[in-house]
């Protein structure tokens, strides 16, 4: 009998850790990747290989090689405006800034 209540407790606590700090950070992770592919794989290579399409725009997997990618969430939000010379002006709210900063971070891995 005990087996099977403690069975069914961990049964009952696998969804909260499915959907627990992991899921959330996968969540963000993937929706930093919607952002990069929709705003800057024009110029960058967002993925783990391949070279970026315009080539002084360095591939987001060696962001963290260049800079402190934790560090990049004030400039997301208030407008990127250095970077290579024909980069856009980009401005983030503090929700995409964090999740585009979970992706850089999944690609330092």
Known sequence: MRAAALIATGALALPVLLTGPAASWDRQVQQGATLARTNCARCHA?????????????????????????????????????????MPEFRFDPDQAESLIAYLKSLER
């Open 46 to 86: 967002v993925g783990r290989v391949g070279a970026s399409p315009l080539r002084a725009a360095p591939p987001f997997r060696e962001l963290h090689k260049r800079y402190r990618v934790e560090d990049l969430g004030e400039a997301l939000a208030e407008g990127i405006r250095t970077g290579h010379p024909s």
